[in-house]
């Protein structure tokens, strides 16, 4: 069976960050494929031996634990070792399997919800792009007869042994190591805990850099918080816990522990693509990457020397930093709209050293913002208030089929600019003005005359059609958002009558 196959058969394909699907598709008899097919690409690339350790962690979603084991099954089978390192996140796992020199792999489905699952491949180098994933695709696998039933469930299920906490204990190491002691003394910090496996972490190293931390509203239920469509109830809950003046920031992460949520003492969660430039600022980058769906304000700020834009997704962020590696001044790093930041080489610092870690990371960038903050002086808000005026909105409509998406956006692409132009005012026009210009590097982006910006694009790790807004004012970008969404809405609405 290829794998390229399974994905077609099992409806479990590739996204931005893995494999992703509905838990119910997600059988152990798939998890186990898409695992071995991993496996014997690295025996193809030299990237494990027989025998060689592979290590595996996960979220708290309810479909973790199984998934977990069947991957175990996999790599046991295929004559290697199944390091069992826990409920970590994603960047613990990353962290520790490239100063292992082994590869890793994470199942979790980051922020979407608990109905669908995922698994995150690493190498010993970090995350595999898009060139390992076709290697994973045409890997042709044979299940063993007996091993399933007829459900796609393992007859006998597998052991995944005890936790071995050496990769949690080197991510807290890697944060307590590197930022000064008590460098968070006196910050007052709330820890929104909700079902994020980065809760203990972040916790962990907060104190441990002197922060008073009061936890907040943990939860047993794992909960879809998404970092760039934040809940309504996530934006009452952090302007209620500031209400009482009490915290000088709220922190928290996504459900894997690589997007931040980092809120300021009025409750007011930041844009992952301002926490992004200021966490920079503060590492001192001067080569940054970023999707063209992140904020202009990076562009506009003046703090580094070079700003390169991608298409959408941590693996095109990992290449264009690769690529400023070679060419451009260092240190070098990346972050997505997201908020998830990524460092391509070392940071060094008051002559302490941070190994570079090319996969998204949210508890660097709660610190780094932090530490910022009591740097200079500021609150986070007046943080925030330091880049230019330029200010973004997103929201997504879920259930939105993936054909539609890219059949009502290829209508406004037709690659005769006048024509397009005339198709997206068609659309946008009447609410928004003259097109000043388009961008399909991803999606569809949508310059207007006034300087506002639209863009359109389907998520690459389920059925929803996004929208990204940026204006003047955030009422302004909120207000755009509102009015793509209604456009959007109408699409559906429309194929389905």
């Known amino acids: ?7 077609a058969q099992s409806g479990v394909g590739f996204g931005t960050s893995g494999a992703r699907g509905r838990v119910e598709a997600m059988t152990d008899r798939v ?27 996960g979220d708290y979603r309810a479909s973790s634990g199984r998934i977990m084991a069947a991957c175990a099954q996999a790599v046991t089978d295929a ?15 990353a962290a520790f399997g490239i100063a292992q020199g082994i590869p890793t792999l994470m199942v979790t489905g980051s922020h979407i919800p608990d109905d669908r699952n995922g698994i995150k491949f690493n190498l010993p180098t970090g995350e595999i792009l898009k060139d390992d994933e076709a290697g994973i695709r045409r890997q042709a696998v044979d299940l063993p007869g007996g091993l399933f039933d007829a459900a796609g469930a393992l007859v006998t299920p597998a052991d995944l042994g005890p936790v071995d906490p050496a990769a949690y204990d080197a991510y807290v190491a890697r944060y307590l190591g590197f930022f000064p002691a008590g460098c968070l003394s006196g910050v ?19 104190t441990g850099l002197g922060a008073a931390v009061t936890p907040l509203a943990r939860s047993e239920a794992f909960l879809p918080v998404d970092t760039e469509a934040i809940r309504p109830e996530d934006v009452d809950l952090a302007r209620g816990w500031a209400a009482g003046g009490g915290f000088d920031a709220l922190v928290s992460a996504d459900g894997d522990g690589d997007r931040p949520l980092v809120g300021d003492e009025q409750g007011e969660w930041l844009r992952g693509d301002i926490a992004g430039p200021l966490c920079a600022r503060y590492l001192g980058v001067r080569s940054l990457v970023t999707p063209v769906s992140s904020n202009t ?33 260092t240190p070098v790093a990346g972050y997505e709209a997201n908020g998830g930041f990524l460092t391509a080489d070392a940071i060094e610092r008051d002559g302490r050293s941070l190994p570079a870690l090319p ?12 530490c910022l903050a009591k740097d200079r002086g500021q609150r986070i808000s007046e943080l925030a208030a330091d880049l230019p005026a330029r200010f973004t909105h997103s929201d997504r409509i879920k259930e939105f089929p993936t054909e539609l998406s890219q059949a009502r956006l290829a209508a406004m692409q037709s690659g005769d600019l006048g024509r397009d132009r005339d198709s997206v005012e068609a659309v946008f026009g009447a609410a928004f003005g003259k097109v000043a210009g388009l961008d399909s590097t991803d999606g569809l982006r949508i310059t207007f005359d006034s300087g506002e910006i639209a863009h359109l694009r389907p998520s690459g ?37």
């Open 297 to 329: 304000a990076v562009d506009k700020s003046g703090w580094f020397d070079l700003v390169l834009r991608t298409r959408i997704g941590s693996p095109y962020v990992i290449a264009g930093m690769q690529a400023l590696l070679a060419s451009g001044p």
């Open 461 to 497: 790790n389920a059925p929803e059609l996004r929208a990204y807004t940026e204006a003047d004012s955030p009422q302004r970008a909120a207000e755009m958002n509102r009015i793509c969404m209604e456009v959007l809405a109408s699409w559906r609405q429309g194929a389905a009558g």
């Open 31 to 57: 998890c186990y494929a898409y695992t071995l097919g991993f496996v014997q690409y690295l025996f193809e690339t030299g990237a494990l031996a027989q025998g060689g350790a592979l290590g595996i962690a």
């Open 188 to 206: 007052r910090v709330g820890l929104y805990e909700h079902s994020s496996v980065a809760r203990e972490a972040l916790l962990a190293v907060l």
């Open 79 to 93: 004559g290697c070792r199944a390091w069992h390192l826990g409920r970590i996140p994603s960047p613990a796992i």
């Open 1 to 7: 069976m290829l794998i390229g196959d399974l994905m």
């Open 359 to 370: 996969t998204r990371d949210a508890a660097l960038v709660a610190l780094a913002i932090l």
